[in-house]
């Protein structure tokens, strides 16, 4: 961790003459104000999880963030850090927090027993790396104080878990086992694998609270997704399962078992299932989300993704039937689902343009009606009679933090300052904007300035493209992830476009780009560009344009068509569209946008071509702006042959190009010593560019 600077000992004041140490204040705070650099990011604590007691009295949550307790100050001989979160309680009132938990591990998924007399948690604890680690369990801890003990032992470990409503049983899940001699083999590394070939499914379990004892609750050939949900007289679960693990596998349909008999009920057959479905308090029906298939299956079964608002639908144990609730005048893709406790309404949250808003769904009158306005609602929690509720914020000027409010209609109150020493920093102010696009619609994004910015200032700008393409630049706090306030810091505005493609904006907007990469998007972003430059923000000579995933293909492409860029960074990219449909582990997401690659011989006909012109490798010998290409190793959403194309491409014609591999990281890094260097590698390579003469971090 960095101590804050500008802080001075006590001893130093002692020191000074009189008018001096009037002078002090001022001065320290002055100090103390700077803006942003890479070391606070890395000391950010996230804060997630919020749950609240069933009498509304205490919530608790979990505070993540990098931990070294073996480090010895010496990097050289292996300062190592791990990322781990913690529980906390705090009263939701407001006061002082207490940590809960101290695991060599961590801890997460807090929750309270419904008598609120016990917290849950999960954690992997006892000695050993590898295959020979500890599996997560389920531990138990005294509310009021005591030791944790641990009441699962599975021997995979747990993965979600729900209290029965009286509190007696548990309901998790698990992976299912390797056979033993599986598992020997493993160990010797004779460990062939067959792509895609068969997989450990997921099942259910209950957990006696009394005795720890574990029973199986459903077999079958398919996996559960998600925690179950219980009725409330605790005889049967509701859950979400699919027929394989495949990550491309969007098939899932609803289910219900009877614990006690473990015969299951199939709600749904047409895979068409996207949320865990939940009971209402009467145990007549269950709610759940549907996004109905629009494309045909290839042969193995498994269709392309369907880019749809995910329908509010609920179904009737007594009739039989399904019900889809979903409305033309309300464009909103529902997320997880949960009924109110007299079951007179449906609660969600959802992509709300730049904010992630909670709506309730009234069954009798059938209206839909937003609960919050410009807000980043996430970890939604209600005591017994939702007369109060608990849950995460994020906005613009701070990081999450844990929020109470009384009802659905009351005025978020926060509770909790884990990041305290952010009051000792300036921030750069965000705006939400919008602008015309070429074709006139409306684009809106989010514009981050300077740190002290003065209007009628012309400013370096970089652009942020955001992955997905359906996601969604929100307007929350720029640190972390997305490091923008160290950029806000170094006098950069930064913009966060959200063009055609991004969720949020409606179903009409999210599937705007089908088939159209590098087209409506591409323009979207470019005016955003152009209105900042006519407002007199951005210095239409020092511009910057990077982005990761979804945003990396948008790097690719924009270099690739124009040379209005100083300096690009292409994180985790797919610039070679055809070659990333045949060995992304998600293809159907590929075949959603642009269908099958039709390979019948022809060699170049019009679906090859269709990759071939949406692909920024195809017009590498126009690039002219030096690109940094950062990717994981270990990569399996955009394999290493998409940078590793790119930078020969490029390299081979001369081009001004640098690849840097991250070894162990996927799709997005989680070490320690790798963000940081993302960051810093990131920065100097657009200062160098961008500004003309080599920049250097702080670090």
């Not at 709506?359 to 017994?384: I, M």
């Not at 003065?454 to 929350?476: D, F, I, W, Y």
């Not at 179903?507 to 560009?529: F, H, L, Q």
């Amino acid at each position: 961790m960095v101590s804050s600077p500008g802080i001075r000992p006590r001893s130093f004041r002692l020191l000074l003459p009189a008018a001096a140490s009037l002078l002090l204040p001022a001065l320290l705070s002055a100090q103390a104000r700077r803006g942003m650099d890479e070391s606070d990011v890395m000391r950010l604590k996230a804060v997630g999880g919020a749950a609240i007691s069933p009498d509304g009295a205490r919530v608790l949550y979990t505070v993540t963030g990098w931990e070294h307790p073996a480090a010895k100050g010496d990097t050289a001989l292996g300062d190592q850090h791990d990322r781990r979160s913690h529980v906390f309680m705090v009263p939701a009132a407001g006061g002082a927090s207490r940590q809960l938990t101290y695991g060599e591990r961590g801890e997460s998924q807090p929750t309270w027993s419904p008598d609120g007399k016990t917290v849950a948690f999960v954690a992997s604890r006892g000695a050993g790396t590898g295959d020979n680690a500890p599996r997560a369990q389920l531990w138990l801890l005294p509310a009021d104080g005591g030791e944790a003990r641990q009441l699962s032992s599975l021997r995979d470990g747990v993965s979600s878990y729900v209290w029965s409503p009286d509190g007696s049983k548990i309901a998790v899940t698990s992976q299912d086992s390797v056979s033993r001699d599986d598992e020997a083999k493993r160990r010797r590394r004779d460990d062939a694998q067959v792509y895609e070939g068969p997989s450990r499914m997921s099942h259910i379990w209950v957990v006696d609270v009394a005795t720890g004892a574990a029973t199986r609750i459903t077999t079958g050939n398919f996996t559960v997704n998600g925690a179950p949900s219980w009725s409330a007289d605790g005889a049967r679960l509701a859950f979400l399962a699919g027929p394989t693990t495949l990550i491309r596998d969007e098939r899932h349909d609803a289910y219900v078992v009877d614990v006690a008999s473990k015969q299951i009920d199939r709600l749904t057959n047409n895979g068409e299932a996207e949320t865990a479905p939940a009971f209402s308090p009467d145990g007549k029906f269950v709610a759940f989300t549907v996004v109905p298939h629009e494309f045909a299956a290839h042969k193995d079964g498994i269709p392309p993704r369907t880019l749809r608002n995910g329908r509010l639908t609920t179904f009737d144990f007594a009739t039989r039937t399904l019900t889809n609730h979903a409305r033309p005048d309300f464009d909103v893709s529902a997320g997880a689902v949960r009924f109110s406790p007299d079951g007179k309404e449906i609660w969600f949250t959802a992509s709300d343009r730049v904010y992630q808003s909670l709506y309730s769904y009234d069954l009798a009158s059938k209206q839909y009606t937003k609960r919050t306005k410009d807000q980043l609602v996430a970890g939604l929690s209600h005591n017994r009679d939702a007369s109060r509720f608990a849950f995460v914020l994020n906005t613009a000027d701070w990081p999450a933090e844990v929020y109470v409010q009384d009802g659905l209609s009351g005025t978020p109150k926060r509770i909790t300052n884990t990041n305290p020493w952010i009051a000792e920093r300036s921030l750069g102010a965000s705006r939400v904007m919008t602008w015309k696009s070429k074709d006139g619609r409306e684009v809106e994004g989010v514009l981050l300035l300077p740190v002290g910015y003065q209007e009628g200032a012309k400013v370096p700008l970089v652009v942020s493209a955001h992955g997905g393409p359906t996601g969604v630049h929100t307007n929350g706090f720029k640190l972390g992830t997305d490091p923008g306030q160290t950029w806000a810091a170094r006098g950069w505005a930064v913009l966060y476009p959200n063009p055609r493609g991004s969720t949020g904006y409606g179903e009409w907007w999210m599937r705007a780009n089908t088939g159209d990469w590098g087209g409506g998007d591409y323009r979207d972003i470019m005016t955003g560009v152009d209105e900042l430059i006519k407002r007199g923000i951005a210095d239409s000579t020092r511009m910057a344009f990077e982005g990761w995933s979804y945003g990396g293909y948008m790097t690719s492409w924009v270099v690739s068509q124009t040379g209005r860029f100083k300096a690009a960074m292409m994180g985790a990219g797919l610039p070679s569209l055809l070659s990333m449909a045949g060995t992304t582990d998600i293809p159907g997401y590929i075949n959603t946008f642009f269908g099958q690659p039709q390979y019948d011989g022809s060699i170049v006909n019009p679906s090859i071509r269709k990759f071939l012109e949406r692909s920024g490798i195809s017009y590498s010998d126009r690039i002219t702006t030096p690109l940094l290409i950062l990717h994981g190793s270990n990569d399996e959403r955009v394999p290493i042959g998409q940078p590793m194309e790119f930078y020969r491409a490029l390299k081979d014609r001369g081009k001004t190009t640098e690849l840097v591999f991250y070894p162990r990281e996927g799709h997005g890094f989680t070490e320690y010593y790798h963000q940081l260097d993302r960051m810093k590698r990131e920065y100097e390579w657009m200062a160098k560019y961008t500004l003309g003469t080599p920049q250097k971090t702080a670090m």
